[in-house]
């Protein structure tokens, strides 16, 4: 057990996603009592064991499901010849296994470090994230303005992204200064598997971003899964409203619930998308 315990610490430092797989209870004879473990990883390694055999490979592909679905799991097994089938383990008895995805800390990544970003970066640590901040100007991006951040990168923000923390549990959120910022952070972190990405601006100046990079390759695929507009439609004007309803759309997402169903501004992309589509 304290292998399998220490592995989901390391795991979870890391960032890596995986699922705790855990015996709650038995009835008859089992392979393995109450209390047996295993750690399942996203790629199918595991450590630890529930019993082996068809047992471990139905529960291993499950806990593979959970972390996909980011939901705990409660499930049952048979160990009855009926039910373990010729290849089983046939001991007569029944189980009762949790499922339990383990997450990292989840990493705010924000790229632009203006007015936005401030109240966005304090609240987000407040909520448990890791925060990162990126922008080209030292007069932006300091200690003295982001006392709460894990992380500052004073660089462009494509040659940020080397710097930062990109992975299956980042949020990455762009609100740099401009148009041509904007641009150059979203083009860099897609593609990448980051749980969420989004971009601050109207809908225009979206579509006309989206057109610009789609024009340079980058697929509708992609694209679609940029929650723009962003954050959820509270009516937020200020700063730090913005940054509520900013925050409140990376919850939902966090916690599993669809932000189109809280009042997300996410937006439908043409057919095609083209610059002039932005004066629509």
Do not use: W
């Not at 203006?114 to 030292?138: S, W």
Request: net charge negative; proline share 5%.
């Amino acid at each position: 057990m304290r292998e399998v315990l220490e592995e989901a610490l390391r795991a979870e430092a890391a960032g890596e996603p995986v699922a705790l797989v855990t015996v709650v209870s038995t009835q008859g004879s089992t392979p393995q009592k109450a209390g047996a473990k295993m750690l399942v990883h996203a790629d199918g390694r595991i450590v630890g064991t529930i019993g082996g055999g068809c047992l471990e490979a139905e529960m291993t592909r499950r806990a593979r499901q959970a972390i996909e679905d980011r939901r705990v799991q409660v499930t049952s097994y048979d160990l009855t010849p009926e039910e373990a089938g010729e290849d089983g383990l046939v001991c007569g008895g029944r189980m009762q296994v949790l499922i339990e995805p383990v997450e990292g800390t989840p990493v705010l990544c924000l790229f632009g470090a203006g007015h936005v970003a401030q109240p966005l970066a304090r609240m987000a640590k407040a909520c448990g994230f890791r925060v990162e901040v990126v922008d080209d100007r030292v007069k932006f991006a300091n200690a003295e303005r982001f006392p709460e951040a894990d992380r500052i990168v004073v660089e462009g923000f494509a040659a940020a992204t080397e710097k930062v923390t990109l992975g299956p549990n980042t949020f990455a959120i762009i609100v740099t200064r401009g148009h041509k910022g904007d641009a150059e952070a979203l083009e860099s972190v897609l593609g990448r598997g980051l749980r969420f990405v989004g971009l601050l601006g109207s809908k225009a100046k979206t579509v006309h971003i989206f057109a610009a990079l789609a024009e340079r390759g980058v697929s509708r695929e992609e694209l679609v899964r940029v929650h723009a507009p962003l954050g959820l439609e509270i009516g937020a004007q200020t700063p730090d409203e913005i940054a509520v309803s900013i925050l409140a759309e990376m919850i939902a997402v966090r916690r599993g619930v669809d932000p189109a169903r809280s009042g997300s501004m996410k937006m439908d992309l043409p057919g095609r998308l083209k610059p002039e589509d932005s004066t629509r």
